[in-house]
């Protein structure tokens, strides 16, 4: 199974480089004011999918600290609860009453 990975690996990293080779003509990128930047196609392309990713992490990272507190919330208000009258040790019990 590993050397399968290793395969599928190698196959993408030189679709890649075959990609990249087709792509390195360049071309400009139009800014505001007249100004542009010039650079190989799959520069834009990296620099676009790098930012897109950043943005990405960036909001899955609110999500998690949001839930991150509300987990910590809610163990803080289960310590502080009092404890309950009937203790179930056995979950058909629970099913039963």
Known sequence: MRY????????LLLLLVAVTVQNSHSVEFKLFF????SAPFIV?????FVVGAVVGLLATFSFYLKTRRELSQ???????RPPAGKVVNDPSDAIAD
């Open 34 to 37: 007249g100004q542009s930047w």
């Open 74 to 80: 809610l163990k803080k208000e289960l310590r502080n």
């Open 4 to 11: 399968l990975l290793r395969i599928v690996e190698l196959a």
């Open 44 to 48: 834009f392309l990296l620099l676009f």
